[in-house]
């Protein structure tokens, strides 16, 4: 059986991890809100809606999507550097 090794949970490469998840849901709550505000302007009229909020959720989910992909890139070599070989 594995021992189990406790790490410190704030590492540089810990903290980073956690600040690109909360980027990523950051970034996927606002496009979500600003797409449920796009569609609420529809369905109401449309006459308040303010210019560019079109823009965020096709420049904010892409951004959210790069970030999940330096967290699993970064969560995998994360791994394979603490997996020990068998003794």
């Known amino acids: 059986m594995a021992k ?5 949970p704030e590492t540089p ?4 991890e956690t600040l690109l998840g909360y980027g990523f849901i950051v970034c996927v709550g606002l496009s ?3 797409v449920l ?3 609420l302007a529809a369905f109401s009229g449309g006459s308040w809606v303010p210019v560019g909020l079109g ?4 420049l904010v989910l892409p951004l959210g ?19 020990q070989p068998n003794e």
Do not use: G, Y
């Open 55 to 58: 823009l965020v959720p096709m």
């Open 32 to 34: 979500v809100l600003s």
């Open 13 to 16: 490469s810990s903290t980073l």
């Open 37 to 39: 505000v796009i569609l």
């Open 65 to 83: 999507f790069v970030f999940l992909v330096i967290l699993l890139i970064l969560s995998t070599k994360r791994k394979k550097l603490n997996k």
């Open 4 to 8: 189990n090794k406790k790490t410190n």
